[in-house]
T-cell receptor, first 116, second 113 residues
Framework: AQKITQTQPGMFVQEKEAVTLDCTYD???????LFWYKQPSSGEMIFLIY??????QNATEGRYSLNFQKARKSANLVISASQLGDSAMYFC?????????????FGSGTQLTVLP | NAGVTQTPKFRVLKTGQSMTLLCAQD?????MYWYRQDPGMGLRLIHY???????AKGEVPDGYNVSRLKKQNFLLGLESAAPSQTSVYFC????????????FGNGTRLTVT
């Protein structure tokens, strides 16, 4: 079974508008961490934001926020005021404590295109 | 501040050839990883290491071997390359902290013909 599901292979958004990228996850462990990464066309992986399963508040980092709905097992990334430079592939990932090396399990990604 | 450095950036191999991908990190991280990225499949873990001298298999280890003789280096080897190993390979490292993100290298694009 897929542990991380990103159902939107591609998304378009108008510049300056907000956009939500969906991520659902599957784990039976009460303790876990959720991460979002950005991969621009140049290929590097850029860490954006982290949410712990016990965190009381949704994480925010500048224009990025994480809409964390624990009961629904969803961790959607919200980008406010989109910019052309936000065009990239976005990956959701999860860390589970039972995995010995703290590795991340990644979703298949969402390709975001910001339109001028 | 180099972070995670991967060499080479690009490589073309013929089926059956061997090669080693090099990964070096200067952040004194305990954990290191090798992932491969294929279209529509995200990143999948090949092998990982929790410390110098230790390695373990990830999700897709077949056809690869690794070594971590020094804490700062993690090598990925392909003994007999196959076209199915055409991919982009990422090395990453992480400190011990549970909420610490993985720090990635810039990737190696490997084509096996």
């Amino acid at each position: 079974a897929q542990k991380i599901t990103q159902t939107q292979p591609g998304m378009f958004v108008q510049e300056k508008e907000a956009v939500t990228l969906d991520c659902t996850y599957d784990t039976s462990d009460p303790s876990y961490g959720l991460f979002w990464y950005k991969q621009p066309s140049s290929g590097e992986m850029i860490f954006l934001i982290y949410q712990g399963s016990y965190d009381q508040q949704n994480a925010t980092e500048g224009r990025y926020s994480l809409n964390f709905q624990k009961a629904r097992k969803s961790a959607n990334l919200v980008i406010s005021a989109s910019q052309l430079g936000d065009s990239a592939m976005y990956f959701c990932a999860m860390r589970e404590p039972l995995r010995s090396a703290r590795q991340l399990t990644f979703g298949s990604g969402t390709q975001l295109t910001v339109l001028p | 501040n180099a972070g995670v450095t991967q060499t080479p950036k690009f490589r073309v191999l013929k089926t059956g050839q061997s090669m080693t991908l090099l990964c070096a990190q200067d952040m004194n991280h305990e954990y290191m990883y090798w992932y491969r990225q294929d279209p529509g499949m995200g990143l999948r873990l090949i092998h990982y290491s929790v410390g110098e001298g230790t390695t373990a298999k990830g999700e897709v280890p077949d056809g690869y071997n690794v070594s971590r003789l020094k804490k700062q280096n993690f090598l990925l080897g392909l003994e007999s390359a196959a076209p199915s190993q055409t991919s982009v390979y990422f090395c990453a490292s992480s400190p011990v902290g549970y909420n610490s993100p993985l720090h990635f290298g810039n990737g190696t694009r490997l084509t096996v013909t």
